[in-house]
């Protein structure tokens, strides 16, 4: 599965403790727990609570910062 990410200056300083994340299917949820984890253990566990939010693994993840 291909797996668009952008990156930005947030992740270059580190990913921050908690952040909102929109599923494929419409639904936000608060992100805690990723401090230390790589991009694409983030991007991995995006791709999971997709699954179990909507039933279906998102075809990519774009994270942005700013």
Do not use: W
């Not at 494929?24 to 995006?46: D, F, H, P, R, W």
Request: hydrophobic share 40%; glycine share 10%.
């Amino acid at each position: 599965m291909k797996k668009t990410i952008l990156l930005g200056t947030l992740f270059l300083t580190g990913v921050v403790s908690a952040f909102p994340f929109r599923t494929s299917c419409g639904k936000i949820y608060e992100v805690s727990g990723t401090q230390g984890m790589s991009l694409n253990q983030v991007a991995s566990e995006l791709s999971d609570i997709n699954l179990i939010a909507c039933g279906e693994r998102p075809s990519s993840i774009v994270i942005y910062s700013h």
